[in-house]
């Protein structure tokens, strides 16, 4: 099983900055797209970014409403994934998933990945 390990959530306030952290914890064969989720009571777990490898440029696709405010990226060396979260909104409060597509073998299928989720709170 791969463990995935996340890091940096908490409060911040309107207009603040914080940085999320996804690192992989356990030894796997190669990795693929990686990306953070969040989900609120309200609604289902939806997409903010994901980075993907193309060649060997990262590549971030971004959900519409983080655009031009959050960013993401990578270390395919470390195999961790990073989220900068600036001029944050009350609406951006949240529990944040890292997700992560791996193989733990050569010829394990490609597999879905979930962190244990980090609470991100933006109030004054």
């Known amino acids: 099983q791969v463990q995935l390990v996340e890091s940096g959530g908490g409060l911040v306030q309107p207009g603040g900055s914080l940085r999320l952290s996804c690192a992989v914890s356990?030894?796997?064969?190669?990795?693929?797209?990686m990306g953070w989720y969040r989900q609120t009571p309200e609604k289902q777990r939806e997409m903010v970014a994901i980075?993907?490898?193309?060649?060997?440029?990262?590549?971030?696709d971004y959900a519409d409403f983080v655009k031009g405010r959050f960013t993401a990226s990578r270390d395919n060396v470390l195999i961790t994934v990073s989220l900068d979260m600036n001029s944050r909104k009350p609406e951006d409060t949240a529990v944040y998933y890292c997700?992560?597509?791996?193989?733990?073998?050569?010829?394990?299928?490609?597999?879905?990945?979930w962190g244990q989720g980090t609470q991100v709170t933006v109030s004054s």
């Open positions: 356990t030894k796997i064969y190669s990795v693929g797209d």
């Open positions: 980075v993907r490898v193309d060649g060997s440029t990262n590549h971030a």
């Open positions: 997700n992560v597509y791996a193989r733990t073998t050569s010829v394990a299928e490609l597999q879905s990945y």
